[in-house]
């Protein structure tokens, strides 16, 4: 006999499986609330999000990219690091988690400060592109 902590009406769901393991999924909520305050939001309801991102360099032919940022947390700014490719039509995006581009810039130069004093603390991704192709992603923290 199974047992749930919450039950909902949903449009759909179900449960998959392969080599790598299991996971169940449902799509749809019944009833959800956000709060926003002055240092970020919360969303309440029947079913909250679960978010697995790996940062990384996307492992395609002809990009031999070495991307690093420090320091990760960060308070005030953080250098993004670029080895191994000539730079050349780069540029950088920080997002928050929804997906709104919050800056961007043109990448001129291997090492290049991206200022955080403005962004409040929380969680946020930083991609970098090189012609309009993403080339490496991370998650970057401000506190």
Same mark, same amino acid.
């Given at each position: 006999?199974? %047992? ?17 393991? =299991?996971? =169940?999924?449902?799509?749809?909520? +019944? =009833? ?8 970020? %939001? ?23 990219? $070495?991307?690093? @940022?420090?320091?990760?947390?960060? /308070?005030?700014?953080? *250098?993004? $690091? ?5 730079? $050349?039509?780069?540029?950088?995006? +920080? ?5 709104? +581009?919050?800056? &961007? =810039? ?11 004093? &403005?962004?409040? %603390?929380?969680?946020?991704?930083? *991609?970098?592109?090189?012609?309009? #192709? /993403?080339?490496?992603?991370? $998650? @970057?923290?401000? #506190?």
């Amino acid at each position: 006999m199974e %047992s749930y902590a919450q039950q909902g009406i949903l449009s759909t769901g179900g449960d998959a499986t392969g080599d790598a393991g =299991s996971f =169940s999924y449902s799509v749809g909520q +019944v =009833s959800f609330t956000t709060l926003t305050g002055t240092t970020g %939001s919360i969303t309440e309801g029947v079913q909250q999000p679960y978010e697995i991102l790996l940062d990384g360099i996307y492992n395609e032919p002809g990009i031999s990219l $070495k991307c690093m @940022i420090y320091p990760n947390p960060a /308070t005030t700014s953080l *250098i993004l $690091k670029i080895e191994g490719q000539e730079i $050349k039509k780069m540029d950088y995006k +920080v997002c928050n988690l929804n997906g709104m +581009v919050l800056e &961007e =810039s043109g990448i001129k130069d291997n090492e290049t400060t991206i200022l955080l004093d &403005e962004f409040v %603390s929380g969680t946020y991704l930083l *991609i970098v592109s090189e012609n309009n #192709r /993403t080339v490496a992603f991370h $998650k @970057i923290i401000k #506190r």
